[in-house]
Every structure is written in structure tokens, then in C-alpha cells.
């Protein structure tokens, strides 16, 4: 089970005795955990009693397996959770293969990981006993229509569909970002109740929309000198060029999807659909796939994964000068 479908309702998903949350995008892991949790433990409970965390790397088997197995005494349940438990599972896979087969009634076993293969017998028994969660980062339609969800449950605001989808553009996939995006959101409307479209790019926008589109529509149209020259004035706010770089290529990938649709001989709107293009970007989707040419825009993946790797240590470049080479890149004049 995805963790975006495991939270949308917790409380639908019947208790089970193991739980393996697993997967890299933080947020969802800790918001899993604390799902988790809430379901298991009424609000009254001590949490401190009847929860208990282990480090994986540091954890015994012994310790982890007993306070699963003591039986509560403020609490209906006990909840032991194994945070970073790659290390832990590694080492004692043939007896957490013992203990899922036969587990505890009273303890709660929550393994916390970020890989978890579902072909070993652990996670065979696991799915069989208890519940595997995924938490990855989630597509975008999954991602909207959550946002959608949240903005109601959580926050008691209506987000407009075509809202949230323009906040997923501008902010990324980052689950973490947007949820505090739909709070900063619904303050701002406030009894309004309403979030639009021109809501998201007013306070959303501002910076992203400069960020991402402002740089790359120069960049993909040709004109590296002011590309350059809005890169300058990013960085000197204070922008990281990690975050604008995770930003660019969610456009630009975006852009390489459309392409690869159009050398398909798919018709251009219907590429841009697809590929998740806004319709009133159809028009600039089209310039930048002629200023590019198809085999720029073919090696646009292999381009953003050089330079992703450049930023994280695989170039001696200052990692200003990394993006500035990226731009270049994409503004120099077509080949082809």
C-alpha cells in the first residue's frame, strides 16, 4: 500500500501486528509512523509508556523482541518502533522471519526502513501477517488528488483541483513542501474557505514561477545572456542551487516527455496533455522544442542527471557554476 492511500484514511486499514514503512521520501515515512501510531494508541494514553523507539543500527534483537512481547499496563497495545532498521533487518532476517510468522497479540512491531525488497521471505510473511507501506515520492495524479483531500480533512479548505496541480508544478513532488504549501494557503483565504488558481500563483508562485520558468523560458529560447543574469539574481537572494536545479528539471523533463510524444508523430496539444503541460504553455512548449531540436531535447535526462550528479560531489565545480553550464547549454543555438 502506498502511504498516500494508507493516510488519506488510517483509521479504514484494520491494526495489524507488523508494519515495514519503507521508502525515501522522509515526510511520508514520518507521517506513516505517526499514523500509525494514532490508530494503535487512543488519544488519552501515554504515548511515552506505550511507545518505544530503537535506533537500527544500535537496537538488539533481544530488547526490540521483549518489549513487543511485555504486556502493557497503562496501555491496550505496545508499540515498538525500529527507526532506520535497514541495518537491523540485515542482521536478523531469519528471525524476524520467526517472529512475523508468529507475533505477538498485545505488541505492535513497526520496522522502518528505506529499501525493502518484496521478493525475500520477510516481506512475503509480512504481507501476509501484517502491512507493508511504500513511501516514495507519489505520481502527480496521486499527489493531487491527496492535496485535494488534505486541504479538506486537515485544514478544512476547499482546493480547487486546477489549483493544486499548478501548486505541484511550481512547488515539485515534494509531498513535505506542499502540505505546508495547502496550510500557508488556507490561512490566507480564510473564511473564504476557497482556494484558486490565482491564489497558488500569488503566494506560491512568486518565487517559483521566477525560479523555473523565467530562467528556462530564456534558457530554452535562446537567450543565454539573460538567462544568466536571472540565475544571478536567484542565487544572490539566497536560493539554493539544489532546489532550483530539483525544480528545473521537473519542467524540463516535462518538456523531454512532450518531445519523445511528438517524435511518436503525436499531435503537439495532446504531447503536452500527456506529459502534464499545462494547455496555456502548449504555445511556449513549442518554441523551446524548436530552439532545442530533437536530439537536444532526447538528451535532456542525461543533461539534468550530469549536472544532479556535478552538484552532489562528482565535479570540482562550484555548484553556481554547474547550473551555468546547464543554461549553455540549453541556450546555445540547435544542431540540428
Not at 199 to 206: E, I
Not at 228 to 245: A, C, F, K, N, Q
Not at 275 to 300: C, M, N, W
Request: with cysteine; charged share 30%.
Amino acid at each position: 500500500m502506498h502511504a498516500i492511500d494508507f493516510l488519506r484514511n488510517p483509521a479504514k486499514v484494520p491494526v495489524k501486528p507488523v508494519y515495514a514503512v519503507f521508502g525515501d521520501d522522509a515526510y511520508l515515512r514520518t507521517e506513516t509512523l505517526g499514523a500509525i501510531a494514532r490508530g494503535l494508541l487512543p488519544a488519552e494514553e501515554d504515548d511515552e509508556l506505550a511507545i518505544r523507539r530503537f535506533a537500527g543500527d544500535q537496537a538488539t534483537l533481544a530488547d526490540v523482541l521483549d518489549e513487543v512481547r511485555t504486556l502493557p499496563f497503562f496501555s491496550n497495545r505496545r508499540l515498538a518502533i525500529v527507526e532506520g532498521a535497514d541495518p537491523f533487518v540485515t542482521a536478523h532476517r531469519r528471525e524476524l522471519e520467526a517472529y512475523v510468522e508468529h507475533p505477538s497479540e498485545s505488541g505492535i512491531l513497526v520496522l522502518s526502513v528505506k529499501v525493502w525488497t518484496s521478493t525475500t521471505r520477510l516481506a512475503k510473511l509480512v504481507d501476509r501477517t501484517g502491512l507493508a507501506v511504500e513511501c516514495k515520492g507519489p505520481s502527480e495524479r496521486e499527489l493531487n488528488a491527496w492535496l485535494v483531500h488534505l486541504a479538506r480533512s486537515r485544514f478544512n479548505a476547499v482546493l480547487e483541483d486546477d489549483a493544486a496541480r499548478l501548486m505541484i508544478e511550481l512547488v515539485g513532488p515534494e509531498a513535505g513542501l506542499l502540505v505546508s504549501e495547502v496550510e500557508k494557503l488556507s490561512i490566507y483565504v480564510g473564511d473564504r474557505g476557497k482556494i484558486h488558481r490565482d491564489d497558488v500563483a500569488r503566494m506560491v508562485g512568486a518565487g517559483r514561477i521566477e525560479k523555473v520558468w523565467t530562467v528556462l523560458d530564456a534558457a530554452t529560447t535562446g537567450r543565454g545572456d539573460l538567462a544568466l543574469e536571472y540565475l544571478d539574481r536567484l542565487i544572490t537572494s539566497g536560493e539554493h542551487p539544489v532546489g532550483l536545479l530539483a525544480a528545473m528539471s521537473y519542467s524540463l523533463l516535462k518538456v523531454y516527455h512532450a518531445g519523445h510524444l511528438r517524435r511518436a508523430r503525436v499531435d503537439l496539444r495532446e504531447a503536452c496533455r500527456v506529459a502534464g503541460i499545462f494547455p496555456y504553455a502548449v504555445e511556449k512548449t513549442q518554441q523551446q522544442h524548436a530552439h532545442l531540436g530533437p536530439s537536444r531535447v532526447d538528451r535532456l535526462p542525461r543533461l539534468l542527471l550530469e549536472a544532479d550528479l556535478d552538484l552532489k560531489g562528482s565535479s570540482l565545480l562550484e555548484p553556481r557554476t554547474v547550473l551555468e553550464r546547464l543554461l549553455i547549454q540549453l541556450s546555445a543555438p540547435r544542431q540540428d
